[in-house]
């Protein structure tokens, strides 16, 4: 019985430490899959950053970037914007994937999808266009 | 007889203990992820690479003529 005893102790003191060693958990952004992705964006960002500032592409309110008006854009670069958005909607669906996954937890997808949506709004640039509950909104 | 019951029953105890510790990490780190979103849209809107070349270009003016 004593033994008993003693083992559910030790138990208990595992349990204990392992939850406050995870009270403070800082999530991992610095892994070979991220840092790709990272690159990727930023380097189509020259691209997209004068559309952003047209307003011929905005930034959704689930995380990702749609097109929202071309009637300032030629008509030669439509499709060319088409591309670029989807391009970036593949990386930042990834990115939010990879961020989940390398940290062991592939659940929180969608968790981290919402925390971007509202860092990528927060931190645009006044006169870019987000998508808020009640349609596009000029910030 | 007995020590196989104890056995089995501190076999329990640890299963119990270890599948508690995998719950613990279950939830998701808000404040954890804000830090790590900024960080990574900082780095691909380049935000804070703008502010520094500013800061060096000063060190760099005196250099060209």
């Known amino acids: 019985m004593q033994k ?18 995870n009270a403070v958990p800082d999530l991992e952004v610095n892994t070979p899959a ?12 020259n691209q997209l950053a ?5 307003g011929a592409i905005g930034l959704t309110k689930d995380g990702l970037i749609a097109v929202r008006d071309t ?8 499709q060319g914007i088409n591309a670029l958005v989807a391009a970036e909607n593949t990386d930042r669906n990834a990115l939010y994937k990879e961020i989940a996954a390398g940290n062991g937890h592939p659940e929180w997808r969608g968790d981290i999808q919402g925390t971007f949506a509202g860092r990528w ?10 998508q808020s509950d009640s349609g596009w909104v000029k910030k | 007889m007995k020590s196989n019951l104890t056995k089995s029953i501190s076999l329990l105890a640890v299963i119990a203990g270890l ?19 900024d960080k990574i849209i900082d ?3 380049q935000l804070k690479d703008e502010a520094q070349t500013t800061t060096n270009k000063p060190v760099d003016a005196p250099a060209a003529k």
Request: proline share 4%; aromatic share 12%; with cysteine.
């Open chain 1, 50 to 54: 004068p559309h952003y500032a047209s």
């Open chain 2, 19 to 37: 599948s508690s510790c995998v719950t613990i990490n279950i939830y998701f780190p808000a404040a954890a992820a804000e830090k790590a979103a």
């Open chain 1, 71 to 78: 009637t300032a854009v030629p008509l030669k670069d439509r």
């Open chain 1, 4 to 21: 008993l005893m003693s083992i559910f102790i030790v138990v208990m003191a595992l349990f204990l430490s392992s939850s406050l060693a």
């Open chain 2, 43 to 45: 780095d691909v809107w």
């Open chain 1, 121 to 130: 709004i927060d931190k645009a640039q006044s006169g870019w266009y987000y």
């Open chain 1, 34 to 45: 991220i840092s790709a992705i990272k690159n990727s964006m930023q380097a189509r960002h």
